[in-house]
C-alpha cells in the first residue's frame, strides 16, 4: 500500500519551533530602567529591613501594630529582605500614621444610619540605609482606603475595613521600596 506523503508535515509544528527559535533570542533587559526586566525589583545591596512600629497620631488606637504586622507579612513574602532589628538591619522603614478618618458615603433616609461607610489612613514613611544614614524613599501623605458596610443585613464591623486599609496601606508601602523604573 502506497502512504501520499503531504507536502508540509505539520504547519503547527513547524510554526511552533519557529517562535520558541526565535523568543530565545529576545530577552529580557538587564535593569528595569531599560524595559522588562528579569531581575527583582528591589535594590540588591541592601540584605535588611527593620520595621519598627509607626507612630499613630490619630484617636484611634491599635492601627499601628496591625500596620506593623501586615507590613512585616508583605516584605518577607514580596520582598528579598529579611526583617530584623534596628541594631542588625541594613535599612530601616519608618513612619507615622498622620490620620484615620471614618467617612460615610451613604445613610438610609429613613433611619439616617450610616449604609456604607469608608476607613481611610494616611501615612508619612521614610525608607533609610542605615549604614550610610541616605533616604532611599521618602513620602508624606500616602493614603489607603477601605469599605464596609456596618448597617442591615450585612453588618460588617469596623475591623473588616480597618484590616482591608491596613493590608492595602502595607502593600503600597512595600511597593514604594521598588527600584525607580
Do not use: H
Amino acid at each position: 500500500m502506497n502512504i501520499p506523503m503531504k507536502p508540509w508535515p505539520n504547519m503547527s509544528l513547524i510554526l511552533a519551533i519557529t517562535l520558541v527559535g526565535i523568543s530565545a533570542f529576545q530577552g529580557c533587559a538587564s535593569t528595569a530602567s531599560e524595559g522588562y526586566s528579569a531581575t527583582s525589583p528591589y535594590p540588591n545591596k541592601y540584605r535588611s529591613v527593620a520595621l519598627p512600629i509607626f507612630r499613630n497620631q490619630s484617636f484611634m488606637r491599635g492601627f499601628e501594630l496591625d500596620l506593623a504586622d501586615a507590613l512585616v507579612k508583605q516584605v518577607e513574602q514580596s520582598t528579598p529582605y529579611k526583617v530584623q532589628s534596628e541594631a542588625t538591619a541594613d535599612t530601616v522603614l519608618r513612619g507615622s500614621i498622620t490620620s484615620i478618618d471614618m467617612v460615610e458615603l451613604s445613610k438610609d433616609p429613613s433611619t439616617g444610619l450610616a449604609n456604607e461607610m469608608m476607613v481611610r489612613v494616611r501615612v508619612n514613611f521614610e525608607w533609610v540605609d542605615l549604614r550610610s544614614g541616605e533616604r532611599i524613599v521618602a513620602k508624606d501623605a500616602v493614603e489607603s482606603s477601605a469599605l464596609f458596610v456596618p448597617s442591615y443585613p450585612a453588618r460588617e464591623p469596623l475591623e473588616l475595613g480597618r484590616f482591608a486599609a491596613v493590608e492595602q496601606l502595607a502593600r503600597e508601602l512595600v511597593a514604594a521600596m521598588q527600584s525607580k523604573w
